[in-house]
């Protein structure tokens, strides 16, 4: 009786022990996924950039958008282009960091140019529905949502 009593407890243990492991593993797996589809999104958004020969333009990102559609936690699995959206300047700072760091490198507008520039882009398509980048007063626009 104690015998099968010590092994149903390091039953439990092993489960105890395996479910982190292998929620972290799906978790990081999420990451590494929205990981790359940021990047094919960078990507893409600067094709259209150099498509339209706006490489000297400032450029800034309204709304926010999350590619990884999987699992998420606070911080893994979380994306690059929704990150900070509440703030001010919406999620413009990480946006080009993460630009910047994938040799990317594109100057930001101000925060008063953003806010001018947001009541002008209610009609417009975001990334999601029409992969596109709009031009509005001598700055590109990409709106994620």
Known sequence: MLKEKSKILMII??????????ITFLLNRSAVNCYHEELKMANQITEMIKEKNYQDKKVIFIGQYNPNQKRKGEMLGASFFEWDYVTEYQCNNRIHGFFEASGLNY???????????????????????????????????????
Do not use: C, F, H, T
């Not at 009609?123 to 990409?142: H, M, N, T």
């Open 107 to 145: 100057k930001s507008a101000s925060i008063e140019e953003m806010n001018k520039i947001i009541p002008q882009i209610g009609s417009l398509k975001s990334w999601q529905e029409k992969k596109q980048i709009y031009l509005i007063d001598d700055i590109v626009v990409i709106k994620l949502s």
């Open 13 to 22: 243990v092993v489960i105890a022990l395996l479910m982190p492991s292998g």
